[in-house]
């Protein structure tokens, strides 16, 4: 017995142990990915106007459940507000960027011609001017070309960091229409997962509230990007959204691109099931080498997330288009912002993957249409110098383009 007893008291030495190396790392992996670049918040927003030849500027209307934040130049924090505030901001990007990349400034308000700079920045009072503002934006666009695009954020994201990454995919995909960030109130820090998780679930009702407002703008189609934990927002609202505001935003939305989704595999599947039937395909992009989702798998009990989930072909098979960017070398230190490498991409890419070839899945012929389709993009992307290794998977076609 005092064997036995000595045993026993030993494993829980050993689990503790464990655990606590296994805390340990975390903390070491934590410090080290904060590590990796600086966190602009307090002031990043401070303007800068002088004109410069060769730079884009892009105009985007702001969504968010954050707190305003009175100190200058920064609008809104990491905190969670009652009620829905509204904003908007141009954001120039410089005429020597690189696709893929956020050239922040080493001190503010940065210059135009190297750096990310902010042009304007002001709040919006309330929905109905918010409301007023796209439609105006809209009608400003040819009328079969009046497209929304909705970002919504991960965790671990400050204000500033998402809206000049929404300005860099904007930049980057060429996108004409009307953007508009869905920004929640991430406090921007790795220890505050469960904080950002809760805020997350605060904002269901925000967003599904700003989809409805979206669809009944005077858009010709909506697109959704998410990134991250975005992802679990964006799928737990479509999952509580009452059934005609499902309905209303299905019939507006064309493309949904769900980038690297932090979310467990099983409560995907439920959360699929849930939804029901989807009109059309959805985008996954996944990278099992996402350092930031090995992280959350280790927080979650060691359960696949979806964008590092190993098995693309049954990912497919719940619907999925699946774009897997696992051997695409990353910007960033982590694997996890890949998603904004596509972005200058995106023109040939939807194209491919558009309506025409996934549009309905009575249409026998997707699979040989997908394939003459995705050919042709590979060969558009090789004639512009740009060879990536990415691989499409849509149930029953893979479609490999450089390095597979």
Same mark, same amino acid.
């Given at each position: 017995?005092?064997?036995?007893?000595?045993? /026993?008291?030993?494993?829980?030495?050993?689990?503790?142990?464990?655990?606590?190396?296994?805390?340990?790392?975390?903390?070491?992996?934590?410090?080290?990915?904060?590590?990796?670049?600086?966190?602009?918040?307090?002031?990043?927003?401070?303007?800068?106007?002088?004109?410069?030849?060769? +730079?884009?500027?892009?105009?985007?209307?702001?969504?968010?459940?954050?707190?305003?934040?009175?100190?200058?130049?920064?609008?809104?924090?990491?905190?969670? /507000?009652?009620?829905?505030?509204?904003?908007?901001?141009?954001?120039?990007?410089?005429?020597?960027?690189?696709?893929?990349?956020?050239?922040?400034?080493?001190?503010?308000?940065?210059?135009?011609?190297?750096?990310?700079?902010?042009?304007?920045?002001?709040?919006?009072?309330?929905?109905?001017?918010?409301?007023?503002?796209?439609?105006?934006?809209?009608?400003?666009?040819?009328?079969?070309?009046?497209?929304?695009?909705?970002?919504?954020?991960?965790?671990?994201?400050?204000?500033?960091?998402?809206?000049?990454?929404? +300005?860099?995919?904007?930049?980057?995909?060429?996108?004409?229409?009307?953007?508009?960030?869905?920004?929640?109130?991430?406090?921007?820090?790795?220890?505050?997962?469960?904080?950002?998780?809760? /805020?997350?679930?605060?904002?269901?009702?925000?967003?599904?509230?700003?989809?409805?407002?979206?669809?009944?703008?005077?858009?010709?189609?909506?697109?959704?990007?998410?990134?991250?934990?975005?992802?679990?927002?964006?799928?737990?609202?479509?999952?509580?959204?009452?059934?005609?505001?499902?309905?209303?935003? +299905?019939?507006?939305?064309?493309?949904?691109?769900?980038?690297?989704?932090?979310?467990?595999?099983?409560?995907?599947? &439920?959360?699929?099931?849930?939804?029901?039937?989807?009109?059309?395909?959805?985008?996954?992009?996944?990278?099992?080498?996402?350092?930031?989702?090995?992280?959350?798998? &280790?927080?979650?009990?060691?359960?696949?997330?979806?964008?590092? =989930?190993?098995?693309?072909?049954?990912?497919?098979?719940?619907? +999925?288009?699946?774009?897997?960017?696992?051997?695409?070398?990353?910007?960033?230190?982590?694997?996890? /912002?890949?998603?904004?490498?596509?972005?200058?991409?995106?023109?040939?890419?939807?194209?491919?993957?558009?309506?025409?070839?996934?549009?309905?899945?009575?249409?026998?012929?997707?699979?040989?249409?997908?394939?003459?389709?995705?050919?042709?993009?590979?060969?558009?992307?090789?004639?512009?110098?740009?060879?990536?290794?990415?691989?499409?998977?849509?149930?029953? =076609?893979?479609?490999?383009?450089?390095?597979?």
């Amino acid at each position: 017995m005092a064997g036995i007893a000595h045993m /026993s008291v030993s494993g829980n030495s050993v689990r503790r142990e464990a655990t606590g190396l296994r805390a340990a790392t975390l903390l070491i992996v934590f410090a080290i990915l904060s590590a990796c670049s600086g966190r602009p918040e307090v002031g990043a927003l401070a303007l800068n106007e002088d004109p410069v030849v060769g +730079a884009r500027v892009n105009d985007i209307l702001i969504v968010t459940t954050r707190q305003r934040d009175d100190r200058p130049d920064t609008y809104f924090s990491g905190e969670r /507000s009652a009620a829905v505030n509204y904003a908007e901001a141009s954001i120039s990007v410089p005429p020597s960027h690189k696709p893929g990349q956020i050239e922040w400034p080493e001190s503010l308000p940065g210059n135009p011609k190297t750096d990310f700079v902010a042009r304007k920045a002001d709040y919006i009072a309330d929905k109905a001017a918010f409301r007023r503002s796209v439609n105006a934006r809209l009608a400003s666009l040819p009328r079969g070309e009046r497209d929304i695009m909705l970002f919504i954020h991960g965790y671990n994201t400050r204000f500033p960091e998402g809206l000049y990454r929404f +300005a860099q995919i904007v930049n980057d995909s060429q996108f004409q229409g009307v953007p508009v960030l869905f920004t929640w109130a991430s406090r921007g820090k790795l220890q505050d997962y469960v904080y950002d998780l809760n /805020s997350a679930a605060i904002a269901r009702g925000a967003l599904e509230e700003t989809l409805v407002e979206l669809a009944k703008t005077n858009a010709d189609n909506i697109t959704i990007l998410a990134h991250s934990m975005g992802n679990w927002l964006l799928m737990e609202t479509a999952v509580q959204a009452r059934p005609e505001n499902r309905r209303l935003v +299905a019939k507006h939305v064309n493309d949904i691109v769900l980038a690297a989704p932090d979310i467990d595999i099983d409560l995907f599947k &439920t959360q699929l099931k849930r939804i029901g039937p989807m009109p059309r395909p959805f985008t996954v992009i996944v990278s099992r080498d996402d350092k930031a989702l090995r992280i959350s798998r &280790t927080i979650a009990g060691g359960k696949e997330r979806v964008g590092a =989930f190993s098995n693309d072909q049954e990912l497919a098979e719940l619907g +999925a288009v699946v774009i897997d960017v696992t051997e695409l070398e990353s910007l960033d230190s982590t694997n996890h /912002s890949k998603f904004a490498q596509l972005a200058q991409l995106q023109p040939d890419l939807r194209k491919a993957l558009g309506s025409s070839a996934l549009g309905s899945g009575a249409d026998h012929n997707r699979g040989a249409n997908l394939g003459d389709d995705l050919g042709s993009f590979v060969g558009t992307t090789a004639q512009a110098a740009v060879t990536l290794p990415i691989k499409v998977i849509t149930a029953p =076609f893979t479609y490999a383009s450089g390095g597979y």
